[in-house]
Nanobody
Framework: QVQLVESGGGLVHTGGSLRLSCAAS????????LAWFRQAPGKEQEFVAG?????YYTNSVKGRFTISRDNAKNTVYLQMNSLQPEDTAVYYC???????????????????WGQGTQVTVSS
């Protein structure tokens, strides 16, 4: 079982930056694939970025967002630069099944979720 707690959301102007953090419980944190999803009002949940041995992103955030992990701190991060109003959403971190090596983008592929943190980008 993995428990996830996000932090770092907030209000930022267009072009600004935020760094989201997600602290995880569990002794085998390094074995879990991790991802960030987001959900804007009235829209479906959207994959944003994932990390296993490598990283992968949805096209709309490539070059602006960076996912990383610190296994010693049991934490995954999402550095978000050049934020745009369309990035406004609740952001969730998610953990996949331990030792999975697939580059997964579907919410159903991730059994463990945090509670979400709001990111609002004003124009």
């Amino acid at each position: 079982q993995v428990q996830l707690v996000e932090s770092g959301g907030g209000l930022v102007h267009t072009g600004g930056s935020l760094r989201l953090s997600c602290a995880a419980s569990g002794r085998t944190f390094s074995s879990y694939p991790l991802a960030w999803f987001r959900q804007a009002p009235g829209k479906e949940q959207e994959f944003v970025a994932g990390i296993i041995t490598g990283t992968y992103y949805t096209n709309s955030v490539k070059g602006r967002f960076t996912i990383s992990r610190d296994n010693a701190k049991n934490t995954v991060y999402l550095q978000m630069n050049s934020l745009q109003p369309e990035d406004t959403a609740v952001y969730y971190c998610a953990a996949g099944r331990a030792y999975s090596t697939a580059y997964l983008r579907g919410p159903s592929d991730y059994p463990y979720w945090g509670q979400g943190t709001q990111v609002t980008v004003s124009s």
